[in-house]
């Protein structure tokens, strides 16, 4: 069973037969990479970190993954949706099939044995433990099995199944873009700064919010699990560290209740819905829907 804990230990379930040594290694590989940052440091560094951390981890991981297709918060057209799922796979989280069924269970059993990543189990095992051992709930029921709306798209499927292949592309066209803008140095600016450190950097905040928003900060509902509000982790990830407010009402749009809870992601989908581009936004304040 799991029972609450301030530790950073990994639960009883995280057995050697579930350990996943390849991810693993790929985690350590990119990290030790993503250190060698400082030694490639040229003036396109930190627009391409900072530009890559908006694209994949706010368009593609707060709006596209979690907004959109996890809790259909707001309609958008086809093309949309798939370009912001594309954006989404570049932040090395899995695919969408894969990402909305693993979120979706999060919120069926939030907090209870059966949460895949609550920290509950340990705080290491719900920032990054679960990712590398294997749940005994998703070798039980595949993930998609959870995201059964989505699932059967071609397009999703396509993004699910060969998410590190596209990946790997993005890489080899960093590399390519970074040597025609200033030799091979460059080149491994673009790679490591465009791709290694930005996924660390997009990894650890996105990951906050499983781990540090169970763990710590404020909460506006008493809920029976424990999520709680963390300014610094909304700082982060455009909004999502509004962590609480999102478990009260996980279908809308915005995860702002108060003036000072600032929502980037939701202003974006404001501004789509301004331009035509997005509808059915549903929206949740402390007295009512929209």
Request: proline content about 4%.
């Amino acid at each position: 069973m799991i029972e609450s804990t301030q530790g950073l230990y990994l639960p009883t379930y995280a057995s050697r037969e579930g350990f996943k040594p390849g991810v693993c290694v790929g985690m350590a590989i990119v990290h030790i990479i993503a250190c060698l940052a400082p030694w490639y440091y040229t003036p396109y560094s930190l627009p391409l970190l900072l530009g890559g951390w908006m694209l994949t981890g706010g368009i593609g991981i707060s709006i596209g993954y979690h907004r959109l297709l996890a809790h259909r918060s707001f309609d958008t057209f086809m093309w949309l949706k798939y370009l912001f799922a594309t954006f989404g796979v570049l932040s090395v989280q899995s695919g969408p099939i894969t990402w909305v069924g693993s979120h979706r269970l999060h919120h069926r059993f939030t907090d209870q044995e059966l949460d895949i990543h609550t920290p509950k189990a340990g705080f290491l095992w719900g920032h990054m433990g679960w990712i590398v051992f294997e749940h005994p709930m998703i070798a039980a029921k595949p993930l998609g099995t959870y995201a059964a709306d989505i699932a059967k798209d071609p397009v999703f499927q396509v993004l699910d199944r060969y998410y590190l292949g596209i990946n790997i592309l993005l890489g080899i066209i960093l590399l390519g873009i970074g040597y025609l803008c200033g030799g091979m140095h460059t080149a491994l600016s673009f790679l490591i700064w465009g791709g290694f450190l930005r996924i660390v950097f997009t990894w650890h905040c996105i990951f906050s919010v499983n781990s540090v928003c169970h763990y710590c900060g404020y909460r506006n509902f008493d809920l029976s699990d424990d999520s709680y509000n963390n300014p610094l982790v909304s700082l982060l990830t455009f909004g999502e560290g509004w962590h609480n407010n999102h478990h009260f009402c996980p279908s809308s749009a915005s995860l702002s209740l108060r003036p000072f809870e600032i929502d980037v992601a939701y202003y974006f989908i404001a501004l789509l819905q301004k331009l035509g581009l997005a509808w059915n936004v549903r929206v949740k304040t402390r007295n009512k829907s929209t």
